[in-house]
């Protein structure tokens, strides 16, 4: 059984940071994908950052890019999401999901590709107040 459990959300002001933590167990894909969506009130969810099993490159979507910072930990299937510089827009429900590789870059392509993804945790919600 897959397991994808996240931590770390919160409230914290704009300009400030917050670093959310995913553990992922449980799957035997070869080639796959491990990040971050965020589905905010009546938007659609949007894949945001992952990071390839390939080599261990990341994705940035160019809302994020020069300010969250995806990384590996330690322990295998550990992934965290360094959040800096946060905004109000950066307000939402944060997803951590697991699915083999051809399906995430999908998610990037089309967002909606993203209901194909089958592997979620639960959210973490990351309110930022101006």
């Known amino acids: 059984e897959v397991q994808v459990v996240e931590s770390g959300g919160g409230l914290v002001q704009a300009g400030g940071s917050l670093r959310l933590s995913c553990a992922a167990s449980?799957?035997?894909?070869?080639?796959?994908?491990i990040g971050w969506f965020r589905q905010a009130p009546g938007k659609e969810r949007e894949m945001i950052s992952f990071?390839?099993?390939?080599?261990?490159?990341?994705y940035y979507a160019d809302s994020v890019k020069g300010r969250f910072i995806i990384s590996t930990g330690n322990a295998k299937n550990t992934v965290y999401l360094k959040m800096n510089s946060l905004k109000s827009e950066d307000s939402a429900a944060y997803y951590c999901?697991?699915?083999?590789?051809?399906?995430?870059?999908?998610?990037?392509?089309?967002?909606?590709?993203?209901?194909?993804?089958?592997?979620w945790g639960q959210g973490t919600q990351v309110t930022v107040s101006s």
């Open positions: 990071i390839s099993s390939i080599d261990g490159s990341p």
């Open positions: 449980g799957f035997t894909f070869d080639d796959y994908g």
């Open positions: 999901a697991v699915d083999e590789l051809a399906r995430m870059i999908e998610s990037v392509i089309d967002v909606r590709s993203t209901h194909r993804i089958r592997y």
